[in-house]
């Protein structure tokens, strides 16, 4: 019995769990190779993003380079330059409205002309804060700087 039921089974058994062994193994290295995949995809996707950044803080770097060799002119041309954008930005609200729907007037006006009126001191005071903000954002003078265009001539702010 031993020859024809024992061996037979304990041979079964072995193959069984030599095949069973091989899927355990098959599985732990596709896993292993897919974290490997993962964990390489990642320190590529870092390396990509540290070598986008180095480059751009080179071009910052080259630009603040450039600029601090420019003279008040050039900087002056690279603000005209930008003027058009800004005013297009604060525009483009209004490009967006339909129409405009006006209350009540004041001190006696027709609500109209009060509110054409406001409409444009608004916009007037929006547009009169650009140079402030030039300043602000690059320690430019504008005034200053168009004053020395030769030629040129810079007219201080009329009251409202």
Avoid: C, W
């Avoid at 420019?70 to 525009?91: F, K, M």
């Avoid at 405009?100 to 004041?106: F, K, L, Q, T």
């Amino acid at each position: 019995m031993d020859a024809t039921v024992r061996r037979p089974a304990e041979a079964e058994a072995y193959r069984l769990q030599q095949i069973a062994e091989g899927y355990r193994s098959q599985k732990i290295l596709l896993a292993q190779a897919e974290a490997d995949g993962i964990r390489l995809k990642g320190i590529a996707k870092a390396e990509a993003m540290e070598a986008v950044g180095r480059a751009e803080a080179e071009r910052m770097r080259l630009r603040a380079e450039a600029y601090s060799k420019y003279g008040d002119a050039a900087i002056l041309n690279l603000i005209l330059d930008t003027l058009p954008q800004i005013a297009a930005e604060v525009a483009a609200p209004l490009s967006k409205t339909k129409e405009i729907v006006i209350m009540n007037g004041s001190n006696g006006e027709p609500a109209t002309l009060q509110s054409l009126t406001n409409l444009g001191k608004d916009f007037t005071t929006l547009v009169g804060t650009v140079p402030h903000a030039i300043r602000a954002l690059t320690n430019v003078d504008l005034s200053q700087t168009i004053s020395k265009i030769p030629g040129a001539k810079v007219v201080p702010p009329q009251g409202i």
